[in-house]
């Protein structure tokens, strides 16, 4: 048997982080990862792939864009496979970043298979077993399979298998509108497929604040149909390859004919093999409950990623992972906090999210608080590339801290990361103001949200206000 200070049971973001943090300080580390290589599903079946597919579509699209602009035409379909060698293309280029060689470098013991509990310290792999005297689950999550009648005696597409398709459908049925299943929708659309989004809910993206989504919904139904309070109670194969899906939607029963059928109805954390039961670990749900610490309830077993509560995140998992080490490693106490964890949707247009929404920044301060909304076509930059459609909102305090910041917008992922970092340092929005911009740049969109709160400041805010005031009298 083997001893280990500290056993990592997941090979994704989250684990990878910890195994090489904690190997840099000196511990004995084992990585035990299911797959043949390192990765996890951001690597393999998410983050990488999915971008590298929504980047050659949006090409596509902004070239058909440009043709019809200058009164061009672009004719014949596009070649899918250019698209699927992108996909991989941009795996291989990854992967040796994550590679079982790199760990094994870094003097981590990587072994491949399923880990699980025989006890508290004890971990099976097949025959062999490891102590470990801190262990860190970190296995992910998978594609949550929704109970419909003959969806198992059908072939469905996942993130798992999707982008091993090397052959672009005609039509595509995608149930379910989350983040996940709105990029890939957008992406296929733009390739030349016929997509059809099915969305039990009455609008889009519950999560996002309400101001953002209508920009979102405007390009997509351009692009493809979404079918809102619809959903699916039945698939069958038929002869000719094709599936039926049987839809009800608004007490209305609806059947609709499809070559492809995606599956996009979240997530649910990878621990079904793990033996969980068996020593006792609490659950919280379908999830690993854990501490602020990071610590189940059993203190030297930890769990980061997508098997935690409640950023199902890469980027939120290599943070866990960094305060996982300093946990496990050294003894530490240190908490977690979402507070300052942005994402991002990566719809074209974006929509990125900071923070509380107005919604409930409203249900927690009331009326105290502060909004402020700048409309793209506002913005300078976004005028000269003729891509307004947009908004920028912040919502703060009375005193100008954010409490949520907000956006809707081409690539609004990366300027809006200024709002992040004056979050997190608890810098006021009117500071931004003080930051000089180079113009035209698009992340003067931010900085107009601290224009409006200088103007209704000074020219409304009580005494400061009236003397404003009489000074411009004055002056004029």
């Not at 390192?38 to 690597?43: E, F, M, T, V």
């Not at 992108?86 to 298979?113: C, M, N, T, W």
């Not at 608004?250 to 093999?273: K, M, S, V």
Request: net charge neutral; hydrophobic share 40%; glycine share 10%.
């Amino acid at each position: 048997m083997k001893s280990y200070d500290l056993i990592v049971i997941g090979g994704g973001s989250g684990g990878l982080t910890v195994a090489a943090g904690a190997v840099g300080f000196g511990v004995k580390v084992a990585l035990i990862e299911k797959e043949p290589e390192p990765g996890g599903d951001c690597l393999h079946t998410g983050c990488v792939p999915s971008k590298a597919l929504i980047a050659a579509a949006k090409e596509l699209h902004t070239a058909k864009k440009a043709a019809e602009a200058y009164g061009l035409t672009l004719q014949g379909e596009a070649n899918y496979l250019e698209a699927y060698g992108r996909v991989q293309a941009a795996k291989a280029a990854i992967q040796p970043h994550d590679s079982r060689e790199r760990f094994r470098s870094l003097g981590v013991d990587v072994y491949q298979g399923h880990g699980q509990f025989r006890d508290k310290h004890l971990i099976e792999i097949g025959d062999e077993v490891l102590y470990g005297k801190r262990i860190v689950i970190a296995t992910g999550s998978r594609t949550a399979i929704p109970t419909i009648e003959g969806l198992r005696d059908v072939d469905y597409l996942t993130n798992e298998s999707v982008f091993d398709m090397q052959a672009l459908p005609k039509t595509m049925v995608v149930i379910g509108a989350g983040p996940v299943g709105l990029e890939l929708s957008q992406a296929f659309a733009r390739l030349g497929t016929q997509v059809t989004v099915l969305e039990r809910a009455v609008r889009l993206l519950a999560n996002e604040d309400a101001d953002l989504v209508p920009y979102v919904q405007a390009a997509l139904d351009k692009e493809m149909t979404v079918m809102f309070g619809a959903s699916a109670n039945k698939v069958e194969a038929l002869p000719d390859g094709q599936k039926r899906v049987t839809i009800i939607q608004n007490g209305e029963q609806l059947h609709l004919e499809t070559e492809a059928l995606f599956i996009a109805t979240g997530r649910r954390p990878n621990i079904d093999r793990l033996g969980l039961e068996r020593i006792g670990v609490q659950m919280d749900g379908d999830h690993v409950a854990v501490k602020k610490t990071l610590q189940t309830s059993i203190p030297h077993i930890y769990a980061v990623g997508d098997v935690i509560k409640p950023f199902p995140f890469t980027h939120a998992a290599g943070m866990e992972g960094k305060l996982v080490v300093g946990n496990a490693v050294f003894g530490l106490k240190r908490k977690v906090s979402y507070a300052n964890v942005p994402w991002v949707v990566y719809t074209d247009p974006e929509i990125f999210h900071l923070g509380m929404t107005e919604e409930e920044a409203r249900q927690h301060m009331g009326n105290d608080i502060r909004v402020y909304k700048v409309t793209l076509d506002h913005v300078d930059r976004f005028i000269t590339d003729r891509n307004t459609e947009g908004i920028v909102k912040v919502i703060t305090d009375r005193k100008g801290l954010i409490l949520g910041a907000h956006a809707a917008g081409h690539g609004a992922g990366d300027w809006m990361q200024q709002a992040v970092f004056m979050k997190r340092f608890g810098r006021k929005l009117p500071d931004i103001s003080h930051v000089v911009h180079p113009y035209p740049a698009r992340s003067e969109a931010f900085m107009k949200t601290a224009d409006q709160y200088w103007r209704d400041k000074l020219f409304q805010g009580g005494i400061a206000g009236r003397l404003m005031k009489t000074y411009v009298k004055w002056f004029r």
